[in-house]
Nanobody, 121 residues
Framework: QVQLVESGGGLVQPGGSLRLSCVASGFTFSSYYMSWVRQAPGKGLEWVASSSSLSSATQYADSVKGRFTISRDNAKNTLYLQMNNLKSEDTAVYYC??????????????RGQGTQVTVSS
């Protein structure tokens, strides 16, 4: 079955950086779009960024554009999210999500257990 395991979250000061990782198994990772989504305390699920199967196309929410970079290593079945210039409003649980072969799906049907990112001084 599909398994997605995120890591790399933590506590960081405003302006700092973190790199999240997601190791996927149970499906042909290289054939699917993949996304990062997040959920802040008391709020709904929010889409953050997506990558096409071969990384030829990436998309970002306006709130993170220019600060976050999504990437993937299909040989390692791993999805990444490099987060720079973090702001307090980026505080959330971040989830890796499996999309469809040819595009994003919403809401995501498969996501991991999440990793907590807290931005605070």
């Amino acid at each position: 079955q599909v398994q997605l395991v995120e890591s790399g979250g933590g506590l960081v000061q405003p302006g700092g950086s973190l790199r999240l990782s997601c190791v996927a198994s149970g499906f042909t990772f290289s054939s699917y779009y993949m996304s990062w989504v997040r959920q802040a305390p008391g709020k709904g699920l929010e889409w953050v960024a997506s990558s096409s199967s071969l990384s030829s196309a990436t998309q970002y929410a306006d709130s993170v554009k220019g600060r976050f970079t999504i990437s993937r290593d299909n040989a390692k079945n791993t999805l990444y999210l490099q987060m720079n210039n973090l702001k307090s409003e980026d505080t959330a649980v971040y989830y890796c999500a499996k999309d469809a072969r040819y595009g994003r799906t919403w809401p995501p049907s498969n996501r991991g257990q999440g990793t907590q990112v807290t931005v605070s001084s």
